[in-house]
């Protein structure tokens, strides 16, 4: 496989639940991105791992929790979540975290908390 | 805080129109610009780039040019296909301090017609 790859494509669960994306890339970068994506607001950046080391965390609730064991994959841990989680969750990867370089986009996972 | 604005939709046109989707940014330093676009049910694909005043990134049939004096980055297509049906997200990226993030606009969604 190419590119960067997330499974699954489609999880739908229950608040009580606890269930973990997964986002794997194949292009040899050290910077990988979780990414929010809701109905009608600006996709909003939710982790940055640079070499395997958290660099950001832009006020994310708890119940979500990154993992990133080595370069080439990343996880997002949930756990009670809330209905209002409910969106598209995007992985993205960059060769650096340095401003100005491209990032590659996965197809995404289709959450729906219920 | 750096910030893009691009304009709302949904923009309807016919095959073979002429597209044009406007994008203004602010940012403190000096930005890469991206147009990112999302088909249906799929992630983000970089579409083209620019990371200077006056470079015109170009890819598909598409353009766009970094303009620094009006801080823009239109995305333009001479004459439209309905494969081009999809959400197009302009974004900067800059550089200097620690992070690479990409602030994307709120994205616009592109119909084109038979």
């Known amino acids: 496989e190419t590119g960067v790859t997330q499974t699954p494509r489609h999880l739908v669960m229950g608040m009580t639940n606890k269930k973990s994306l997964k986002c794997e890339q194949h292009?040899?970068?050290?910077?990988m991105y979780w990414y929010k994506q809701s109905a009608k607001k600006p996709l909003e950046l939710m982790f940055v791992?640079?070499?395997?080391?958290?660099?950001e965390n832009n006020s994310v609730p708890s119940r979500f929790s990154p993992e990133c064991p080595n370069s080439s994959h990343l996880f997002l841990h949930l756990h009670t979540l809330q209905p209002e989680d409910s969106a598209l969750y995007l992985c993205?990867?960059?060769?650096?975290?340095?401003?100005?370089?491209?990032?590659?986009f996965g197809p995404g996972t289709r959450l729906t908390v219920l | 805080g750096d910030s893009v604005t691009q304009m709302e939709g949904p923009v309807t046109l016919s095959e073979e129109a002429f597209l044009t989707i406007n994008c203004t940014y602010t940012?403190?330093?000096?930005?890469?610009l991206f147009w990112y676009v999302q088909y249906p049910g799929e992630g983000l694909q970089l579409l083209l780039k620019?990371?200077?005043?006056?470079d015109k990134g170009s890819n598909k049939g598409f353009e766009a040019t970094y303009r620094k004096e009006t801080t823009s980055f239109h995305l333009e297509k001479g004459s439209v296909q309905v494969s081009d049906s999809a959400v197009y997200f302009c974004?900067?990226?800059?550089?200097?301090?620690?992070?690479?993030?990409?602030?994307f606009g709120k994205g616009t969604k592109l119909s084109v017609k038979p």
């Open positions: 620019a990371t200077k005043a006056d």
């Open positions: 791992y640079s070499l395997e080391e958290r660099v």
């Open positions: 292009l040899g970068h050290n910077a």
């Open positions: 993205a990867s960059s060769q650096d975290k340095a401003g100005g370089d491209t990032q590659y």
């Open positions: 940012a403190t330093g000096y930005p890469s």
């Open positions: 974004a900067l990226s800059s550089y200097g301090g620690s992070q690479g993030n990409l602030i």
